[in-house]
T-cell receptor, first 115, second 110 residues
């Protein structure tokens, strides 16, 4: 299944580094999502974009900065992260982001380790 | 707010049946999803229930009772490849936003 791809798959960074995660969907969808999956915690929604517009920021710290240049691409820019930000970051897409606009399809995730 | 509970871990034997329960408390309910997630991989869609009752898809079935805030995922004729985490997620009425439970790790033994 290559509907939603994410790069890199693994990333190790120091607290002073700046890095970006990339997500691309090939499903013709118009909504894209970032989720965080930490060990022993539920999968947690971070951001939602619908037709390139951000419609949800789930109280995410500003050291995480999303960017959605078009409906197929989504980025998560990272700077001055903390060790507790180490987690699996998952991207998903769906038809739209209105009231039940279809199943969300997930990418394989980026495993991030902050030293 | 939303509260979604499911067991942390279950063990079953190959060929057997396992039922994973999920209870939820939420406002603005618009359906419930089940996803399967193998270690290190993407969650993959299994089922969506918005009306009360049972939905069957091959070896997997999902049940919903809206009045009781309860769902279950039934896995029949278990195979070794079914060893994975199973995520229950509630859909809010607006914005296609999912809230996930902690996941149930199912271990299938020979």
């Amino acid at each position: 299944e290559t509907g939603v791809t994410q790069t890199p798959r693994h990333l190790v960074m120091g607290m002073t580094n700046k890095k970006s995660l990339k997500c691309e969907q090939h499903l013709g969808h118009n909504a894209m999502y970032w989720y965080k999956q930490s060990a022993k915690k539920p999968l947690e929604l971070m951001f939602v974009y619908n037709f390139k517009e951000q419609t949800e920021n789930n109280s995410v710290p500003s050291r995480f900065s999303p960017e959605c240049p078009n409906s197929s691409h989504l980025f998560l820019h990272l700077h001055t992260l903390q060790p507790e930000d180490s987690a699996l970051y998952l991207c998903a897409s769906s038809q739209e982001a209105r009231s039940y606009s279809g199943t969300q399809y997930f990418g394989p995730g980026t495993r991030l380790t902050v030293l | 707010g939303q509260n979604i509970d499911q067991p942390t871990e279950m063990t079953a034997t190959e060929g057997a049946i396992v039922q994973i329960n999920c209870t939820y408390q939420t406002s603005g309910f618009n359906g419930l999803f089940w996803y399967q997630q193998h270690a290190g991989e993407a969650p993959t869609f299994l089922s969506y229930n918005v009306l009360d009752g049972l939905e069957e898809k091959g070896r997997f079935s999902s049940f919903l009772s809206r009045s009781k805030g309860y769902s279950y995922l039934l896995l029949k004729e278990l195979q070794m490849k079914d060893s994975a985490s199973y995520l229950c997620a509630v859909l809010k009425a607006a914005g296609n936003k999912l809230t996930f439970g902690g996941g149930t790790r199912v271990l299938v033994k020979p």
